[in-house]
């Protein structure tokens, strides 16, 4: 079982997509650099995420296109989809639903070692001492929760006081998933403008992009 590293940029993202729509469930993509995990280099570092939806999560023409184009970007960018992250409309509700093992096996189907991050939803202030999600990997054709002793946190410190500031300049009110830009596409669904953001607030640099 190999390591998975989570940047600042790529948990921030996550907690403001789902601090932008508290009352629905959101998911998204998780990035990682294109040249791991491999057997000399076995840590999956998640760079980035990038969100997808806050209206309707199922399997639609919709998740096809959004798939595509993040696929394409990353590509230009030396980065691979690596994971999906969900956030359920149910406070207390942290279990990964059918629609989230279903993108999440759609991804592992194409990278080894791909993760699922479910958000926990009763920890999204900013005020809780720990990460608010639970990582899944897959092992026997079943997601299951990963050891907690692989998952590791780049400059934790760094990322949980850049997502309180953010949280207290409410910057998720920035942010775009694929459904704002689908109503508007002039709208970034990158997110240039959070990164930059993140990247003044976060000591230790993620993965320099144009984006």
């Known amino acids: 079982m190999a390591e998975v590293e989570i940047s600042p940029r790529a948990y921030v993202k996550m907690q403001l997509h789902a601090a932008k729509f508290p009352w629905r469930a959101v998911n998204g993509l998780l990035l990682a650099q294109r040249d791991g995990p491999d057997p000399s280099q076995p840590c999956l570092l998640i760079t980035d995420a990038m969100p997808l939806f806050h209206t309707s999560l199922a399997l639609t023409p919709m998740l096809e296109v959004a798939l595509n184009q993040v696929d394409l970007w990353s590509a230009a960018n030396n980065q691979v989809i690596a994971g999906y992250y969900q956030a359920n409309d149910q406070l207390t509700d942290r279990s990964p639903n059918l ?40 092992q026997d054709n079943r997601w299951t929760p990963k050891d907690k002793n692989l998952v590791m946190w780049r400059d934790w410190a760094g990322t949980r006081q850049a997502l309180r500031e953010m949280m207290a300049a409410r910057a998720y009110r920035l942010l775009v998933d694929f459904d704002d830009h689908l109503d508007d596409i ?18 230790t640099p993620d993965v320099d992009t144009d984006s």
């Open 99 to 138: 629609v989230a093992t279903k993108i999440g096996d759609r991804v592992a189907e194409h990278m080894r070692g791909a993760v699922l991050i479910m958000l926990d939803n009763g920890k999204l202030s900013g005020e809780y001492s720990g990460p608010a999600v639970v990582v899944y990997e897959r």
């Open 186 to 203: 002039r709208r970034d669904w990158a997110n240039g403008a959070v990164n930059q953001r993140l990247g003044e607030l976060t000591l």
